[in-house]
């Protein structure tokens, strides 16, 4: 008798249609590519230092039910439109999130809420979300955590994020090698800036690596390097990374490795301590670095990056049946009432600084 010595703990592989055939499912529009094209250029501007303006990307910890999804989107565009003299506003569209042990994966790993794992139809659901979204003229920005899903869905998207988990990964650092975005690296859980300058440089050079092409056969993928990264600061374990002494201290350091050094603040996780009230304090902190900044000529604090819902909080998961609208089942967010608040003031207070310069 033979024993078996491959895929012992593997209770089943179902395969999905390749990324072309998702694709031409729910195609790129013209008004999306449009959006996706002009976001990509904004941020490349403020990270390239020729856009004073202020990098905010903004939205939901992640993204579970679609309707709330757009309710969010069109409060949001809004407040884009009027502010966009001072802000560049991207929003926050997670499919993915990254679990310390077990929990809900996402939307893409599992849509329908119930532990069915049904990845193609999340494939499907995700680029429906980010196309209706894009096409509102919103830029979209999210997190890729599996390498493979960025063939399906960065298309559509404008900005992404490799996060405090998989920054140290090679896998990831070899993924944003290639990605077409500009891209934000966060620093590690403990507070360590080193991993997240490591992933910068390291996306920076060219890989090969496997992957997977969009007929969905495996493949080895060269890519050239990605220019456009950036760090983000989000805390540590028991400290924070907001103040002006921090920023400025990791700004030296990027100089030191000859890294560009414009540096994007997570207001949520650490720095909020995870509290999602205080993402406000940490919000105007950074309001007051920025006009401390512009008067000194300094670019090096670039943008912000706040969870936020239509309400406040979040909600325990699974509970799919009762699940309130606008309400996040991951990380706890501000409510809508307190987002608008917090943009509206911020860019007056910018654009006031800029007419008292002028």
Same mark, same amino acid.
């Given at each position: 008798?033979?024993?078996?010595?491959?895929?012992?703990?593997?209770?089943?592989?179902?395969?999905?249609?390749?990324?072309?055939?998702?694709?031409? &499912?729910? $195609?790129?529009?013209?008004?999306?590519?449009?959006?996706?094209?002009?976001?990509?250029?904004?941020?490349?501007?403020?990270?390239?230092?020729?856009?004073?303006?202020? #990098?905010?990307?903004?939205?939901?910890?992640?993204?579970?039910?679609?309707?709330?999804?757009?309710?969010?989107?069109?409060?949001? @565009?809004?407040?884009?439109?009027?502010?966009?003299?001072?802000?560049?506003?991207?929003?926050?569209?997670?499919?993915?999130?990254? @679990?310390? %042990?077990?929990?809900?994966?996402? #939307?893409?790993? *599992?849509?329908?809420?119930?532990?069915?794992? *049904?990845?193609?139809?999340?494939?499907?659901?995700?680029?429906?979300?980010?196309?209706?979204? %894009?096409?509102?003229?919103?830029?979209?920005?999210?997190?890729? #955590?599996?390498?493979?899903?960025?063939?399906?869905?960065?298309?559509?998207?404008?900005?992404?994020?490799?996060?405090?988990?998989?920054?140290?990964?090679?896998?990831?650092?070899?993924?944003?090698?290639?990605?077409?975005?500009?891209?934000?690296?966060?620093?590690?859980? *403990?507070?360590?800036?080193?991993?997240?300058?490591?992933?910068?440089?390291?996306? &920076?050079? $060219?890989?090969?690596?496997?992957?997977?092409?969009?007929?969905?056969? %495996?493949?080895?993928?060269?890519?050239?390097?990605?220019?456009?990264?950036?760090?983000?600061? @989000?805390?540590?374990?028991?400290?924070?990374?907001?103040?002006?002494?921090?920023?400025? *201290?990791?700004?030296?350091?990027?100089?030191?490795?000859?890294?560009? $050094?414009?540096?994007?603040?997570?207001?949520?996780?650490?720095?909020?301590?995870?509290?999602?009230?205080?993402?406000?304090?940490?919000?105007?902190?950074?309001?007051?670095?920025?006009?401390?900044?512009?008067?000194?000529?300094?670019?090096?604090?670039?943008?912000?990056?706040?969870?936020?819902?239509?309400?406040?909080?979040?909600? $325990?998961?699974?509970?799919?049946?009762?699940?309130?609208?606008?309400?996040?089942? %991951?990380?706890?967010?501000?409510?809508?009432?307190?987002?608008?608040?917090?943009?509206?003031?911020?860019?007056?207070?910018? @654009?006031?600084?800029?007419?008292?310069?002028?």
């Amino acid at each position: 008798m033979v024993l078996p010595i491959q895929d012992l703990n593997v209770a089943s592989i179902v395969r999905i249609p390749s990324p072309k055939e998702i694709k031409a &499912r729910r $195609p790129l529009t013209a008004a999306a590519e449009k959006t996706v094209i002009e976001g990509r250029e904004a941020v490349k501007a403020v990270l390239e230092g020729r856009d004073s303006r202020f #990098l905010v990307v903004i939205g939901p910890c992640s993204i579970h039910d679609p309707e709330s999804a757009f309710d969010y989107a069109r409060r949001l @565009r809004a407040v884009q439109e009027a502010t966009k003299d001072v802000f560049v506003i991207l929003m926050r569209v997670y499919f993915e999130k990254p @679990r310390t %042990t077990i929990g809900w994966k996402g #939307l893409i790993n *599992d849509p329908h809420l119930n532990g069915t794992y *049904d990845m193609e139809a999340g494939l499907v659901l995700g680029r429906e979300i980010l196309l209706k979204i %894009t096409e509102m003229g919103i830029p979209t920005a999210s997190e890729f #955590l599996d390498p493979i899903v960025p063939q399906y869905t960065s298309d559509i998207v404008s900005w992404a994020a490799i996060g405090a988990r998989t920054t140290e990964s090679q896998t990831h650092r070899e993924m944003a090698s290639g990605l077409s975005m500009p891209i934000g690296f966060k620093n590690g859980t *403990d507070g360590s800036l080193q991993v997240a300058m490591d992933a910068m440089q390291s996306a &920076r050079h $060219p890989h090969s690596f496997l992957g997977i092409d969009q007929d969905g056969c %495996t493949a080895v993928v060269s890519a050239k390097g990605n220019p456009w990264g950036h760090i983000i600061l @989000r805390g540590g374990h028991k400290r924070t990374n907001f103040d002006p002494e921090s920023i400025a *201290d990791a700004a030296t350091r990027l100089r030191a490795a000859k890294l560009p $050094p414009g540096l994007m603040v997570d207001c949520s996780h650490a720095n909020s301590e995870k509290k999602f009230e205080r993402q406000e304090t940490v919000w105007n902190s950074l309001i007051d670095q920025k006009l401390s900044a512009e008067l000194k000529g300094s670019p090096d604090l670039i943008g912000a990056m706040v969870e936020s819902n239509i309400n406040e909080g979040n909600q $325990p998961f699974p509970n799919p049946a009762g699940l309130k609208p606008g309400v996040s089942i %991951t990380d706890a967010c501000i409510g809508w009432a307190m987002t608008e608040k917090i943009l509206l003031e911020g860019a007056e207070r910018l @654009r006031a600084a800029k007419l008292a310069a002028a």
